[in-house]
């Protein structure tokens, strides 16, 4: 397997078993921060799901009121409503993927990778053995980092983008009303002025 980074030969030549011990525990207790960091994501995220629900329910509410009321599908309040509802809805659908199942990369190894016959060659000196495993875990824990901080930072990103929507949405309703309120002008006006012959 090809990794992104690997130390130099010169580097594993001069480092002891107990500085490659030292190494790895450090890359270990980082990759289980980043690890957890997973579950602080999605436990933001459906906290903001659950408020997003909660208003568009709010907005499904008042449109099945004011079509019973009204009983017109053109009316100005219901649109701006359905248009804020496909809004929020639409914001939770994106919010959705940060929930999903995601491929973490986890501390520790599979003993077949790790227990390979290129560790038992002539080539490494029996007492030098365990700092070229400390190497290599070293080298696959950096590779596991790098691809979980590529996964939360996507999903932070998304959480963030989500959340500026979220709180733009006042600002999304009072543009949809007002492109309503003028469509609805133009459209009265056209059959104002609309010649009966």
Not at 18 to 37: G, N
Not at 142 to 158: A, E, F, G, V
Request: net charge neutral; charged share 20%; aromatic share 16%.
């Amino acid at each position: 397997m090809k990794f992104d980074w690997e130390p130099s030969d010169e580097n594993i030549e001069k480092i002891t078993e107990s500085e490659a011990k030292f190494i790895f525990d450090h890359a270990e207790k980082l990759l289980k921060d980043i690890v957890e960091t997973n579950a602080l994501i999605v436990n933001r995220t459906t906290m903001l799901i659950t408020f997003s629900v909660g208003f568009m329910l709010a907005l499904i509410g008042f449109l099945f009121n004011r079509y019973a009321n009204t009983k017109n599908i053109f009316d100005e309040q219901f649109i701006v409503c359905l248009l804020s509802m496909l809004y929020v809805f639409a914001l939770c659908r994106m919010l959705v993927k940060n929930i999903q199942g995601h491929d973490y990369q986890i501390s520790g190894g599979e003993p077949k990778k790790i227990f390979t016959d290129s560790f038992f060659t002539k080539d490494i000196p029996k007492g030098d053995r365990i700092k070229y495993f400390y190497i290599n875990e070293i080298v696959v824990c950096q590779h596991k980092i790098n691809s979980n901080l590529i996964i939360n930072n996507r999903r932070w990103d998304l959480f963030n983008r989500s959340l500026w929507r979220l709180l733009y949405t006042p600002i999304v309703i009072i543009c949809f009303y007002l492109t309503v309120k003028f469509l609805t002008f133009c459209v009265g006006i056209i059959f104002y002025y609309q010649d009966p012959f």
